[in-house]
């Protein structure tokens, strides 16, 4: 235990020995860490946007006006027996108005000028049970001649079909692109981190160079000529960390609930678990970053 | 001197006899039973176990593959000898001395300390056969920026002894060296032969058995060196073995120990009771 306690001062005094080294590789390791951190934010609030939006990808089948009910019920009923539909539902004209209504109030003047008309069709609304089989059922409902004598738009049965697909998959390459450029972008920021972490090492062993050969004269154990230099890669790297978890924070608190604010139909808000979560994982990688920047620089530099 | 009686017990204590050691010493026995009686007192019978023996060791540097460092050394240093290394610049002294604490391997041969073989000790073992062996250089090795105490309590910090022990063995130690009046002193502060003295001390306060010093009056004086001669015998009077380096002729044909002599790398003499016999 003694030892710890002298590794600590001797690491705290390599701090003091080179400061300008020593902040450069915390200020990186703070940076990496802080990017990789929001991009694992934005990784929860991606797969959160998308579950979203899953969850509402749904089929419209417009029926037109002149519709028999029972002939809509049949519809109904076949639709209901297809693979992978969850729900359905029926939405009349007057609802449709009302919707569209409910979803316009920003803009009165749109919903003035109809006049009291209202040119909205019926529809049968379909909920899938996954996201993935929408075109193959679209394709299902298009087919049946059921929905080809209802449907809203007889000389064209597709136009009268609504689903979500050419969004989800838009959402998804969108989505893989992001993720792609974060990984790119963190390896970069882990690789530099690194190379920080190494020539501070390198630097501090340097100057002790000194000290170093009396240690081993005398026949400290290698382990205890290492243990300094360890402790102050994985210092930097903890301080680092702790910079990075506190901008987090300090995003959480007050910039997140801004950009949830301006974007309403975006569900921003992750749970405080998966912030833990974040936190835990940036101090572990930030440790592991400092242990082996180290580790590579004492095997470059200190032969024991 | 109680600590040198002390010390004397647990150095013997630390290197028992191996089998290897005692079947040669019957061997021994032998044939000085079947041998005519020899005057023994003109060459005292070593005693004990060997501390550092060579066997045929050869170092060949890669930078000069054709002129051995070191070329088939043989040669065996006993428990409480004094005995001085001489020879030329580039005669392979430092090269044995180093090979000692094994900053080397040799490249041919095997070098035993203590009955331990350099050649096949693990790598994590080393710091402790460097624990047991004192090591006094040419330019001190002293740390600037600590004070004579602190510097020569930094050896035994480093190897985990407690704060306890360094506050009684420090002191003692720097008093045997004679520089009870100087411990808050920095190094730069010191004469040569002072620093040299602080580094004898940093070398032995941890109690080795074995001493070595390369040079370890290189650059001082003619009266200070004598002054560090007779330290280094006064701790080899203690039990300690002490080895030097040295290309102090006059230091060598004063004190009359056994001497090694290295020319080329090649061992060209050892003897009892020597003298320096080079021709400068």
Known sequence: ?304 | MTNANSQGISARRDRPVSAHASHSKDITAQLSSTLPDVDVSSSPQPTGTPVITFDHVTKIYPAQPNKPALNEISVQVYAGEFVFLVGHSGSGKSTFIRMIIRELKPTQGHIYIANEDLSTMRNWRVPYLRRNIGCVFQDFKLLPNKTVFENVAFALEVIGKSRHVIKTQVPEVLRLVGLQDKLSKRPDQLSGGEQQRVSIARAIVNRPPLLVCDEPTGNLDPQTSRGIMDLLERINRTGTTVLVATHDREMVDNMRRRVIALDRGHLTRDQDRGVYGFDV
């Not at chain 1, 705290?12 to 990789?36: D, E, P, Q, Y």
């Not at chain 1, 959160?48 to 899953?54: A, H, L, M």
């Not at chain 1, 009910?69 to 639709?79: G, H, K, Q, R």
Request: aromatic share 10%; net charge negative.
């Open chain 1, 1 to 304: 235990m003694s030892s710890f306690f002298y590794f600590l001062s001797e690491s705290v005094k390599g701090f003091a020995r080179n400061l300008s080294t020593t902040l450069g590789s915390i200020v990186t390791i703070f940076l990496s860490l802080l990017i990789i951190g929001i991009f694992c934010i934005g990784g929860f609030v991606v797969d959160n946007v998308v579950k979203s939006v899953e969850s509402k990808v749904s089929i419209t089948a417009y029926v037109s006006d002149g519709a028999s009910e029972s002939d809509i019920s049949t519809l109904e009923n076949y639709i209901s027996g297809l693979d992978g539909v969850k729900s359905v539902s029926f939405t009349t004209k007057d609802e449709a108005l009302e919707n569209f209504k409910s979803s316009m109030t920003s803009n009165p003047e749109i919903v003035n000028q109809l006049d009291g008309q209202n040119p909205l069709p019926a529809s049968i609304d379909v909920e899938l049970s996954d996201a993935q089989g929408v075109e193959g059922i679209a394709q299902q409902i298009q087919n049946s001649s059921d929905f080809q004598s209802v449907c809203d738009n007889p000389s064209n049965p597709a136009d009268s079909l609504r689903y979500g697909q050419k969004t989800v998959e838009k959402l998804f390459t969108l989505t893989n692109y992001v993720r792609y450029i974060g990984v790119a972008l963190v390896i970069l920021l882990i690789f530099i981190a690194f190379v920080f972490i190494n020539n501070t090492i390198r630097l501090s062993i340097l100057a002790s160079r000194k000290e170093i050969a009396i240690m081993r004269l005398v026949g400290a154990s290698n382990n205890f000529i290492r243990g300094p230099f360890l402790m102050e890669g994985a210092l930097h790297a903890l301080i680092g960390a702790v910079f990075a978890i506190i901008g987090l924070e300090l995003l959480r608190q007050f910039a997140i609930p801004k950009i949830q604010g301006a974007m309403q139909w975006l569900p921003i808000n992750i749970s405080g678990e998966s912030y833990l979560m974040i936190y835990v994982i940036l101090a572990v990688a930030g440790l592991l970053i400092g242990l082996l920047g180290s580790t590579l620089a004492m095997r470059r530099y200190l032969k024991v």
